[in-house]
Nanobody, 114 residues
Framework: VQLQASGGGLVQPGGSLRLSCAAS????????MGWYRRAPGNQRELVAV???????NYRDSKKGRFTISRDNAKNTVYLHMNSLKPEDTAVYYC?????????WGKGTQVTVSS
């Protein structure tokens, strides 16, 4: 499975972005898809995950500002981010699980700055 993330960029505090991640290859076997991020000097952390059936789980601090969604027909997962803060600056990675094996995209940079 190959994962291609897009949608990152520079945004002002309070702004919004939508990240997309399209899966190709054996995408029909994907169960969970999710977004993680790594801020400078920090470890990679979970942002949100969504099952094939649409159940979601968020890292507590992201709930309310971030929304994860998924289009199974397009094998694509989205992350809608609102009210962005400078501390949201990070490289965002999408993840897909197939039979317990994790696959990762290359990441897309999100920078929140005025």
């Amino acid at each position: 499975v190959q994962l291609q993330a897009s949608g990152g960029g520079l945004v002002q505090p309070g702004g919004s972005l939508r990240l997309s991640c399209a899966a190709s290859g054996s995408a029909y076997s994907i169960s969970d898809m999710g977004w993680y991020r790594r801020a400078p000097g920090n470890q990679r952390e979970l942002v949100a995950v969504i099952t094939r059936g649409g159940f979601t789980n968020y890292r507590d601090s992201k709930k309310g500002r971030f929304t994860i969604s998924r289009d199974n027909a397009k094998n694509t997962v989205y992350l809608h981010m609102n009210s962005l803060k400078p501390e949201d600056t990070a490289v965002y990675y999408c993840n897909a699980e197939i039979w317990g094996v994790s696959y990762w995209g290359k990441g897309t940079q999100v920078t929140v700055s005025s």
